[in-house]
């Protein structure tokens, strides 16, 4: 794993990434995080795959952060006779709530909930946004629409509401089933689905306690009209592009990403661009330009970090996309554009003596040309602090707590490393040196910018600011 990479690479697990083998080549190719999705796979095998993974952190000597993405509600169509029916421009065509297999003229669609939001006009989009209709009429039992663009209409296909804000709830009883493993078995981070507004945050942040991450997914526009609470109610945020792009205009889908990037790192929260990045390298060991350029756009915008769903879960060269992605966000770090870009979108520090204190490490940090900034922090909220102001330096997060290493993974810029408790600032300092050379931050000579929150074990006071030179 690169030292001197601040973007982070998520990985999503699944059938061709499942042996210890597998798992090791991704992280050795640059994965940081790798991603556990409880929409396929049991409990069984989610365990063996954190088993594995736990093992190969021990193996390498360095915090690996898991990310076990809840699936949310579905909204499905049931089934057809024939398993399948086209729809033409111009059609008129019924959802029911019959349990019957469809036909050419109806389907059953088991949701209560959409019946209830459903006004005429309003607009339904089947299999990922390939189908859309138009509601003309709606009564309590059945919705009749006209068919505005056509297709093929298989089982079980699923179904999304533009422009509605449903009344279901982002937990479903199959989601606080798989929190409550996620939870016990050391989740990292919990990838929060369907979310519409911030007591959906709320819910899972008061079930969590703090045991775990929350990573708020925006495949919502419902949730962006509310997108500062829910930044707030969130530890991180992922921008899932390709759901967001099914109910809203594709056009609109690159400027709303840059403006949630914007607003995560004002409020000092992670935020990961996932979906559909290296899609061509699920069948291709090469990516297109385009999806290149993509990968590279994220990392101009100021993106934490980006991740891989098929092309490592299901991919044939899932390692070949990994490595890609990395020699992507390397090759973006060393451009003068993206330093200028840096430079020109640091967030200003507020009026606190902690967030004054990491803005002026960043600075003399600079000034003198340092090896790197280190932050001891328990809760990791001096080491966010430091990300948030994106140094032109390096970040290690030291912390006695393997917990906080592992969720911090996920970050722009820091290098977490567990150590054990020190008593005094003067030990934390000689700490910080002789783990700035081993893992080749610094050598004899070069100075370290460290700061911390004094007494240790207070999170968020972070109140000392030191200049130290190497002497070992």
């Not at 929350?214 to 500062?228: F, T, V």
């Amino acid at each position: 794993m690169s030292q001197r990479r601040n973007a982070k690479i998520i990985a999503t697990l699944g059938p061709a990434s499942q042996t210890p083998s597998q798992i090791e080549a991704l992280h050795r190719k640059g994965a940081n995080v790798f991603r556990l999705n409880f929409s396929h796979g049991s409990h069984d095998i989610l365990k063996d795959l954190i088993a594995i993974i736990r093992d190969l952190e021990r193996k390498c000597g360095r915090p690996i952060g898991i990310l076990m993405d809840l699936q949310g509600p579905k909204l499905r169509v049931g089934t057809f006779i024939d398993g399948k029916i086209t729809l033409k421009t111009g059609d008129h065509f019924r959802l029911d709530r019959s349990k019957k297999p469809g036909d050419q003229t109806r389907v059953s669609l088991p949701h209560p909930e959409v019946f209830s939001a459903l006004k005429p006009k309003h607009d339904l989009l089947l299999d990922d946004g390939r189908i859309r209709l138009r509601v003309e009429k709606k009564t309590r039992d059945y919705i009749d629409t006209r068919v505005i663009t056509g297709g093929v209409l298989s089982d079980h296909k699923g179904l999304n509401v533009p422009n509605t804000v449903l009344a279901l709830p982002a937990l479903t009883t199959k989601d606080k089933r798989d929190l409550r493993f996620a939870l016990k078995n050391g989740a990292d981070w919990i990838g929060l689905s369907f979310v519409q507004r911030p007591k959906d945050v709320a819910e899972i942040q008061a079930i969590a306690k703090g045991r775990a991450s929350i990573m708020s997914k925006l495949e919502k526009p419902a949730a962006i009209q509310e997108l500062d609470k829910i930044i707030a109610l969130s530890d991180a945020v992922m921008v899932a592009r390709g759901d967001l792009g099914v109910e809203m205009p594709p056009e609109e889908v690159p400027t709303l990403q840059k403006r949630i990037i914007r607003h995560c790192h004002e409020a000092g929260k992670p935020v990961v661009v996932a979906t559909q990045m290296l899609e061509s390298m699920i069948q291709s060991p090469a990516p297109t330009r385009a999806e290149a350029s993509d990968v590279a756009t994220a990392i101009y915008d100021g993106a934490d970090a980006v991740m891989l769903s098929a092309e490592t879960a299901v991919g044939s060269y899932g390692k070949e996309a990994v490595g890609m992605m990395e020699r992507i966000i390397r090759q973006v770090e060393q451009d003068d554009h993206y330093l200028d870009v840096i430079e020109t979108t640091r967030v200003e520090a507020t009026a606190t003596a902690s967030d004054a204190i990491t803005a002026a490490a960043g600075a003399v940090a600079h000034t003198i040309s340092a090896a790197a900034i280190v932050t001891y922090t328990t809760s990791g909220s001096t080491a966010l602090r430091a990300a948030r102001q994106r140094p032109s330096v390096p970040i290690m997060c030291l912390t006695n707590q393997r917990s906080t290493a592992r969720r911090m993974t996920v970050v722009w810029g820091l290098y977490p490393v567990v150590t054990g408790d020190v008593r005094n600032f003067t030990e934390m300092v000689a700490r910080a040196a002789r783990i700035a050379v081993r893992e080749r931050f610094a050598r004899k000579g070069q100075q370290l910018v460290v700061t911390a929150g004094v007494p240790f074990g207070t999170p968020g006071a972070t109140n000392v600011l030191r200049i130290f030179t190497v002497n070992e």
